[in-house]
């Protein structure tokens, strides 16, 4: 039943992220613009230019700023890790080998195995 849920929130989550894909990448895009937006600016040393720069800057931030649904799809993918990794995840078997006399260590044991 773990397998099916952890099964079917992976799809909803590969939905999600596939379906706010193209605002993630134009967000990546925007980023980067305004990385260098912002280098050229440094490297302008009249004012108008870079009043211009500052300008598009601006218009790029807006750009980046209208596709803050791309933070919806990276919870989707981190989502999908945190699964996958659930998924893959191997349980460590119990640390005591063998029955044994002593009622502390079979205790532990039934103690280990009602919390599974």
């Known amino acids: 039943m773990k397998k099916f ?18 605002p993630m990448i134009l967000l990546g895009v925007s980023v980067w613009l305004l990385y260098v937006v912002f280098k050229q600016f ?4 009249s004012t108008a230019g870079k009043i211009g ?6 218009i790029i931030l807006s750009v980046a700023v209208s596709n803050i649904y791309a933070v919806i799809g990276l919870a989707a993918a981190y989502g999908l890790y945190l ?3 659930n998924w893959t995840s191997k349980k460590a078997e119990d640390p005591v080998v063998g029955q044994s006399d002593d009622p502390f260590t079979n205790f532990e044991k039934q103690w280990a195995e009602l919390h599974k």
Do not use: P, R
């Open 5 to 22: 849920l952890l099964f079917i929130a992976g799809l909803v989550a590969l939905t999600i992220l596939l379906a706010n894909l193209g």
């Open 42 to 45: 440094m490297k302008s040393e």
């Open 53 to 58: 720069w500052i300008v598009l800057g601006l």
């Open 83 to 85: 699964i996958y990794k």
